[in-house]
């Protein structure tokens, strides 16, 4: 599940940490209905409800609460949805099988770049002949680029078959998993180990991030260490990517320092390093990420730090965002122009919920991801842009609803010869 990528370098924590001493203090609590993925408490403050369009066969929930823990400091999406709607969306709808659009294989320079950065990091702290395991790995990037480092004991978790079969087909191990893994029938061994396990941007896609990491402790070998790589919610950027970016049906925690040391107190473990860092995508924009690493045997319990002003913040940030979005749409296209929405990812599922969104003058919705073509989201068949861009009428607008990738849908669009004026919804006209 490695998400989108690039070049990282690694940085001590800035000193701009948030404790809950300076939450607000009329702040009202309440009782979620999920329990916190870190540590299970149901008290909650509630900063924004989320709402989307999501494609017609989607297990997740079309709304949550973006909810912060009083007892953790960690952010969640608060839904009715189950762990079981989200295994299986991973198991079904994984864009981390198709090469087009997912990231974190490694195909990109960029990607590739994050991916032997990090592989240098962890070569360091891995002793030779490791046996290592990579949950979520998508399609195996960072196992290849760890092999080049010199592993050859080398184990791909992912819950899409098509994933697993790409990474066997390079002759590496791999098995799918259901996360919790509980039940270790992925492998013939008896009692499976490895000196170092990562979750690399998978903690904040799981329902119970906390059972996840207790069942992957369970594959740990006597002094191995894990890696938990996420993104960075005290960095959320409003200047690099659309309002509540960070807010989609996908990433449903968000975990600070403070969660990380919560997971290592509850779990028993000390804290190697931990710190801050920057991925650089493929549009050059640094993407914020927070990594730890630790190893079995106890770590002294800070107290949490809890996410709620860096989130509250963030929020009320973005709904002055979303103002501006609507102002640069809406003077691009008024009511009434035709157009098609090129992306039917979380940036669109979100904007088409807003009342102004003129949904009554959309045509079609073209996506390049195999796993959304053929499906139906928002009254219209999402197809490939060969085939949903074919006889529009002249005065049709190709709207972009990319939030990171809008250049390389531009020239991809480009190179399809169509006439129609182009235009991202983020960046205006290209
Ligand atoms: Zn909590």
């Not at 609507?326 to 009434?336: E, P, S, V, Y």
Request: include cysteine.
């Amino acid at each position: 599940m490695n998400p989108i990528p690039l070049t990282v370098c690694f940085m001590p924590f800035a000193e701009k940490r948030v404790s809950l001493q300076t939450q607000k203090q009329d702040v009202v609590l309440a009782t979620s209905t999920r329990p916190c993925p870190a540590c299970h408490s149901h008290e909650c403050h509630y900063l924004h409800k989320m709402h989307f369009v999501l494609p017609e066969t989607s297990p997740l929930p079309a709304h949550y609460d973006v909810a912060v823990c009083r007892r953790c400091g960690s952010g969640f999406a608060d839904s009715e949805a189950r762990a079981a709607d989200y295994d299986d969306h991973y198991r079904s709808f994984s864009k981390y099988e198709d090469p087009s659009v997912a990231t974190g294989g490694g195909d990109e320079p960029m990607d590739r770049q994050r991916l032997e950065i990090l592989a240098a990091f962890l070569s360091r702290h891995a002793p030779p002949g490791a046996r290592i395991a990579d949950i979520g790995c998508g399609n195996g990037g960072l196992l290849k680029e760890l092999r080049k480092n010199g592993f050859e004991d080398l184990t791909g978790f992912d819950p899409s078959r098509v994933c697993v079969e790409q990474i066997r087909a390079t002759g590496m191990n791999a098995y799918t998993i259901v996360l919790p893994a509980e039940h270790l029938w992925w492998s013939d061994h008896n009692e499976p180990s490895f000196d170092l396990i990562i979750l690399s941007h998978v903690l904040e896609h799981v329902f119970d991030a906390q059972a996840v990491l207790k069942s992957v402790l369970a594959l740990l070998a006597p002094g191995g260490k894990i890696y938990i790589e996420l993104p960075d919610p005290t960095e959320y950027d409003l200047q690099n990517f659309p309002p509540l970016y960070f807010f989609d049906p996908e990433h449903i925690n968000h975990f600070g320092r403070g969660s990380l040391t919560y997971f290592a107190h509850a779990l028993g473990l000390s804290i190697v390093e931990m710190g801050q860092k920057k991925i650089c995508l493929q549009n050059g924009v640094d993407y914020p990420a927070i990594f730890g690493l630790f190893e079995t045997g106890m770590t002294a319990f800070e107290p949490g730090e809890s996410l709620y002003s860096s989130l509250a913040k963030y929020v009320e940030e973005s709904i002055e965002g979303v103002t501006q979005l609507r102002t640069h749409l809406l003077a691009l296209m008024g009511d009434k122009t035709p157009f098609v929405l090129w992306g039917a990812g979380s940036l669109a599922q979100r904007l088409i919920t807003e009342p102004w969104f003129p949904l009554h003058s959309l045509l079609a919705v073209v996506d390049r991801d195999s796993k959304k073509q053929g499906l139906r989201f928002a009254g219209k068949l999402i197809l490939s842009p060969e085939i949903g861009l074919q006889n529009l009428p002249d005065n049709t607008l190709v709207i972009c609803a990319a939030a990171v990738t809008a250049d390389q849908i531009k020239e991809d669009y480009i190179a399809l010869g169509f006439a129609h004026p182009f235009h991202s919804i983020t960046e205006g006209e290209h």
